[in-house]
């Protein structure tokens, strides 16, 4: 039970990053943070104790298999997280090509 | 099982902690890759080498595209002076980090639905982990799942993909077309 | 980079490369998949950026072919994919070619076919956000 306590606090380590962060790369590495420990908490809820991994051997009279469901979410939520991950820092970016800081609140100075 | 995950997940909040409060934004972006490669390691503990693969190797990815990012700004955070508004905002924050751990730690204590390492615990698995290998002649069942009974998420996986590539390119367009 | 990163590269990529495509191929029998073998096939890619630079391998003129890469197996994606609703049971993701034997490496119908055009996708989404970073620091430094 203190695995999913643990998952838990990682979780909420990166929401008090998004929350109180000024610098967008900071903002981007909490968001991170968060997917990582959803990923982690979704792989924990499909896990069983002393099963295979959700591969069939040939010949192999059927054991106890790893529930497969999650990992498959996980497996499409990995590859999203990269992509969205890139999207954030391109639109970091080009706000520092604008602005030549990357802190949020020289940004709302700078308006107008 | 659990105790070498549970010693992987401290590992993983101190690298979190300390990669959201460093002054210098290369070595935050470099300390939150413990935090990728310990998720690399729980996944095979956790008996799920195909997630293993993709996260290796997205991981060191996302490392080559933040510090691409990170190299050519100023990498030095300034310490800000403490104006008035700040100490209510610290506050606002902690009140909803302390609501969000309240709604979760209520969520966790319906036992029945979360048993360390018990049965399965969603409805459909076993159903699926009988009839993948027959219904869908795939011996990975984690491909048959993906590509056979779940192909629309699939897709819409692909779709969203090709979205933010498609964002990507055009934010980072300097001359517009003529 | 210098010159033993390049010779070092030169010798690796094409082993990575051809891993990649095994981990694509026999997604259906081993670990792996269309997802794990394109972000490989990316890895791959994103070395030689790295290791060359950019005024050996041209980059600026052959930025399109990711996006017309990705466009097209995301396009046949979905052609594998509607052509079940005409034949047998007439759902959209049928499964309609002959199963054969669980093991086999040809086997499973269709799903060899979407893993390929999956991890085609994959790299070439991959593959194209690299590109895009590294074409406007360059224009950026102009």
Redesign the interface.
């Known amino acids: 039970m203190i695995v999913y306590l643990l998952c838990f606090t990682l979780f909420l380590v990166g929401l008090y990053g998004v929350l109180t962060q000024r610098n967008l790369v900071k903002i981007v590495i909490g968001l991170s943070i968060m997917e990582i420990s959803i990923f982690l908490f979704f792989t924990l809820i499909g896990y069983i104790q002393g099963a295979a ?1 959700p ?4 010949g192999q009279v059927e054991t106890q298999f790893v529930d497969p469901l999650p990992q498959a979410m996980v ?2 939520a ?2 999203i997280a ?2 969205t991950n ?1 999207m954030l820092l ?1 639109i970091a ?1 080009r706000l520092y ?1 604008k602005y030549k800081t990357f802190d949020i609140r020289e940004m709302r100075s700078l308006k107008g | 099982m659990e105790t070498p995950i549970s010693i992987l997940l401290g590992f993983m909040i101190i690298g979190a902690i300390y990669s959201l409060s460093a002054r210098d934004l290369l070595s935050a972006v470099i300390s939150v890759g413990i935090v990728g490669y310990s998720l690399v390691i729980c996944f095979l503990l956790l008996k799920a ?2 997630l293993a ?2 996260q290796i ?2 991981e ?2 996302t490392l ?2 933040m510090i ?2 990170v190299l ?1 700004s100023t990498r030095i955070i300034r310490p800000q002076k403490a104006k008035g508004f700040v100490y209510f905002r610290y506050a606002l924050s902690l009140a909803v980090i302390v609501i969000f751990a309240g709604v979760l730690l209520y969520m966790w204590s319906a036992p029945d639905l979360l048993q360390v390492f018990g049965d399965h615990t969603t409805r459909m698995s076993t159903a699926y982990i009988e009839n993948a ?2 219904a ?5 069942l ?3 799942v ?3 009974f779940r ?2 998420d ?2 819409g996986e ?2 969203v ?2 979205t ?2 498609v964002g ?2 055009t934010i ?4 517009g077309k003529k | 980079m210098s010159e033993i990163v390049k010779t070092v590269t030169k010798i690796i990529v094409g082993v990575i490369f051809i891993y990649g495509l095994y ?1 694509i191929v026999h ?7 269309g ?2 073998g394109g ?2 096939l ?2 791959a890619f ?1 070395l030689l950026v ?1 290791a060359y630079g950019s005024p050996e391998t041209k980059l600026k003129s052959q930025k399109e072919y990711p ?1 017309i890469f ?2 097209l197996s ?1 396009l046949a ?2 052609v594998l ?1 509607s052509i079940g609703i005409g034949l047998g049971i007439k759902v ?2 049928n ?1 309609y070619l002959p ?5 086999d490496l040809v ?5 060899p076919l ?2 390929m055009a ?1 991890g085609i ?2 790299a070439a ?2 593959f ?3 590109l ?6 360059e ?2 430094r102009e």
């Open positions: 991994a591969i069939v051997v040939r497996l499409t990995i590859v990269l992509a890139a391109s970016i090509r | 080498p195909d693969i993709v190797v997205v060191t990815i080559v595209i691409a990012v050519d290998a027959n869908t002649g795939s011996a990975n984690v491909t048959g993906l590509f056979d192909g629309y699939t897709l692909a779709t993909l090709f933010a590539v990507v390119v980072l367009r300097l001359k | 981990i997604g259906h029998l081993t670990p792996g998949g997802f794990a972000a490989v990316a890895g994103v790295l996006a990705e466009s995301l994606f979905l994919a959209f993701f499964n199963k054969g034997i669980v093991g086997s499973a119908g269709n799903i979407y893993n999956i996708e994959v989404a991959m194209a956000i690299i895009a970073l590294i074409i406007y620091k224009e950026a």
